[in-house]
C-alpha cells in the first residue's frame, strides 16, 4: 500500500498563490507516478498533471498551462504543485493519486488517493 498526505490548501485572493504538497509513504518504488487531480463542486474529477520521479511529466491541463508547475523532491518522496495566478475557477478539491508505473490522465489509472485538500479563490 501507498499512502499519500497532502498539504498546503487554503483561501487565497484572485492573482495569488498556493504550494500543495503530497507526501508519499509505505510501498512506494522508483516507477511510481504522482498526479494531481482536483473537483470543483457540482464537475467530474478533472486531471492536472502528472509525472514520473525521473521527472517525465504529462502535458498540463490546458487551463492552468503558464500558472502551475509540478516538481518532485525523490529524497522525500513528495511532490508539489505550484499555484500561481490563481483563478476563482481553480477553486477546487485538489487530490493527490499514484499508480505503480502508468503514466496517465485518466483516474481509473491510479490506484492511491491522498485525502484532498481544499483549495479556494476568492473574486
Not at 510501498?27 to 502528472?50: C, I
Not at 493527490?96 to 502508468?102: H, P
Request: aromatic residues 10%; contains cysteine; glycine residues 10%.
Amino acid at each position: 500500500q501507498v499512502q499519500l498526505v497532502e498539504s498546503g490548501g487554503g483561501l487565497v485572493q484572485a492573482g495569488g498563490s498556493l504550494r500543495l504538497s503530497c507526501a508519499a509513504s509505505g510501498r512506494t518504488s522508483s516507477n511510481d507516478v504522482m498526479g494531481w487531480f482536483r473537483q470543483a463542486p457540482g464537475k467530474e474529477r478533472e486531471f492536472v498533471v502528472a509525472t514520473r520521479w525521473s521527472g517525465i511529466r504529462t502535458p498540463y491541463l490546458d487551463s492552468v498551462k503558464g500558472r502551475f508547475t509540478m516538481s518532485r523532491d525523490n529524497a522525500k518522496k513528495t511532490v508539489y504543485l505550484q499555484m500561481d495566478n490563481l483563478k476563482p475557477e481553480d477553486t477546487a478539491v485538489y487530490y493527490c493519486a499514484a499508480n505503480k508505473g502508468l503514466l496517465s490522465s485518466t483516474s481509473s489509472s491510479y490506484n492511491y488517493w491522498g485525502q484532498g485538500t481544499q483549495v479556494t479563490v476568492s473574486s
